[in-house]
């Protein structure tokens, strides 16, 4: 079993930025992908980002904007999110999953989500 927990969700203006964290624990060292999604009141979770292997994916409504990272010393993945715009407000969770990313993620492994809020 592995649990994740997220951290670094707040208040910020637009063009503002904000640093995303998530740990994993438990068993954790057989974690090869893992990734970001967002839900936002009234709409469906959708994927943001996503890393494995050091490759990486975005979607098209953050990239250039948005980078994920995984220091795998710490168990971590981080999420930097900069030029953000009030259309990025929402609860961003934290997914992992044992198989590799071929294009798809299905997390087996989900945090508990953290709040982000861009003010116009």
């Known amino acids: 079993q592995v649990q994740l927990v997220e951290s670094g969700g707040g208040l910020v203006q637009a063009g503002g930025s904000l640093r995303l964290s998530c740990v994993a624990s438990?068993?954790?060292?057989?974690?090869?992908?893992m990734g970001w999604y967002r839900q936002a009141p009234g709409k469906q979770r959708e994927l943001v980002a996503v890393i494995a292997s050091g490759a990486m994916d975005y979607a098209d409504s953050v990239k250039g904007r948005f980078d994920i990272s995984r220091d795998n010393t710490k168990n971590t993945v981080y999420l930097q999110m900069s030029s953000l715009e009030p259309e990025d407000t929402a609860t961003y969770y934290c997914a992992a999953d044992p198989k590799s990313y071929t294009g798809s993620f299905s997390p087996r492994y989900w945090g508990q989500g953290t709040q982000v809020t861009v003010s116009s």
């Open positions: 438990g068993n954790a060292f057989g974690i090869r992908t």
